[in-house]
Protein backbone atom coordinates (compact mmCIF):
# COMPACT_ATOMS: atom_id res chain seq x y z
CA UNK A 1 0.00 0.00 0.00
CA UNK A 2 1.31 3.67 -1.02
CA UNK A 3 1.11 6.45 1.26
CA UNK A 4 -1.68 7.90 -0.74
CA UNK A 5 -3.54 4.65 -0.01
CA UNK A 6 -3.02 5.14 3.93
CA UNK A 7 -5.57 6.92 5.71
CA UNK A 8 -5.21 8.98 8.80
CA UNK A 9 -5.19 6.13 11.33
CA UNK A 10 -3.46 3.82 9.79
CA UNK A 11 0.10 6.26 8.89
CA UNK A 12 -0.72 6.98 12.78
CA UNK A 13 -0.73 3.49 13.83
CA UNK A 14 1.99 2.78 11.70
CA UNK A 15 3.99 5.91 12.86
CA UNK A 16 3.36 4.78 16.35
CA UNK A 17 5.41 1.04 14.97
CA UNK A 18 8.16 2.99 14.17
CA UNK A 19 8.67 5.03 17.32
CA UNK A 20 8.38 2.28 19.16
CA UNK A 21 11.15 0.60 16.77
CA UNK A 22 13.48 3.49 17.51
CA UNK A 23 12.55 3.38 21.23
CA UNK A 24 13.59 -0.05 21.55
CA UNK A 25 17.06 0.42 20.23
CA UNK A 26 19.39 -2.18 18.90
CA UNK A 27 18.61 -1.09 15.76
CA UNK A 28 21.96 -0.51 13.20
CA UNK A 29 22.73 2.92 11.97
CA UNK A 30 21.14 1.85 8.60
CA UNK A 31 18.31 0.74 9.77
CA UNK A 32 17.69 3.55 12.57
CA UNK A 33 17.58 5.74 9.34
CA UNK A 34 15.67 3.95 7.65
CA UNK A 35 13.29 4.10 10.34
CA UNK A 36 13.74 7.60 11.34
CA UNK A 37 13.04 8.68 7.27
CA UNK A 38 9.83 6.48 7.10
CA UNK A 39 8.35 7.93 10.30
CA UNK A 40 9.64 11.91 9.52
CA UNK A 41 7.35 10.58 5.60
CA UNK A 42 4.32 9.33 8.27
CA UNK A 43 4.21 12.55 10.16
CA UNK A 44 4.24 14.96 7.33
CA UNK A 45 1.43 12.18 6.11
CA UNK A 46 -0.57 12.15 9.00
CA UNK A 47 -0.77 16.14 9.23
CA UNK A 48 -1.74 16.60 5.74
CA UNK A 49 -5.11 14.70 6.78
CA UNK A 50 -5.03 16.49 10.07
CA UNK A 51 -4.75 20.27 7.60
CA UNK A 52 -7.58 18.52 5.42
CA UNK A 53 -9.59 17.67 8.08
CA UNK A 54 -9.28 20.95 9.54
CA UNK A 55 -10.58 22.66 6.01
CA UNK A 56 -13.39 20.73 5.59
CA UNK A 57 -14.58 21.68 9.32
CA UNK A 58 -13.90 25.11 8.74
CA UNK A 59 -15.73 25.14 5.75
CA UNK A 60 -18.70 23.33 7.43
CA UNK A 61 -18.48 25.61 10.34
CA UNK A 62 -18.86 29.08 7.86
CA UNK A 63 -21.86 27.50 6.05
CA UNK A 64 -23.91 27.34 9.62
CA UNK A 65 -22.48 30.62 10.88
CA UNK A 66 -23.82 33.94 10.28
CA UNK A 67 -21.26 36.44 8.51
CA UNK A 68 -20.32 39.23 11.65
CA UNK A 69 -22.89 42.23 11.65
CA UNK A 70 -25.91 39.65 10.33
CA UNK A 71 -28.12 38.09 12.62
Known amino acids: MSDAELDYEQARDEL ?3 V ?3 EAGGL ?3 DSLAL ?3 GEALARLCDR ?3 GA ?3 VETA ?3 VEPE ?3 G
Open 16 to 18: TAV
Open 20 to 22: AKL
Open 28 to 30: SLE
Open 36 to 38: WER
Open 49 to 51: HLA
Open 54 to 56: RER
Open 61 to 63: LAA
Open 68 to 70: PGE
